[in-house]
């Protein structure tokens, strides 16, 4: 499996941003899926994860009624709408798939795509 993000950009504080995860290889092995960030200096925190069917989501509470994450099983992709982004937003944004494998689940992760919110 090969994820590959895109979407991410400079943009100024209560600004939007809409990021998008694409998938490919192995897609029919992918289960849940998420975003997580890493600023630098900082460990990395996931920011929403969202199941294999998108009936079910999860956010951290700082990005909470700021942030949608959704996936378009057809397409293989996955997206995070940012929306009154805040400078503390500013971090390199990573997509993560949990992938099936036998018996077990192993994390794939992006290149990561970065995200600047100016004051």
């Known amino acids: 499996v090969q994820l590959v993000e895109s979407g991410g950009g400079l943009v100024q504080a209560g600004g939007s941003l809409r990021l998008s995860c694409a998938a490919s290889?192995?897609?029919?092995?992918?289960?849940?899926m998420g975003w997580y960030r890493q600023a630098p200096g900082q460990q990395r925190e996931l920011v929403a994860s969202?199941?294999?069917?998108?009936?079910?989501?999860n956010y951290a509470d700082s990005v909470k009624g700021r942030f949608t994450i959704s996936r378009d099983n057809a397409k293989n992709t996955m997206y995070l709408q940012m929306n009154s982004l805040k400078p503390e937003d500013t971090a390199k944004y990573y997509c993560?798939?949990?992938?099936?494998?036998?018996?077990?689940?192993?994390?794939?992760w992006g290149q990561g795509t970065q995200v600047t919110v100016s004051s």
């Open positions: 969202i199941t294999s069917d998108g009936g079910s989501t």
């Open positions: 993560n798939a949990k992938v099936k494998t036998g018996f077990w689940s192993t994390d794939y």
């Open positions: 290889g192995s897609t029919f092995s992918i289960r849940a």
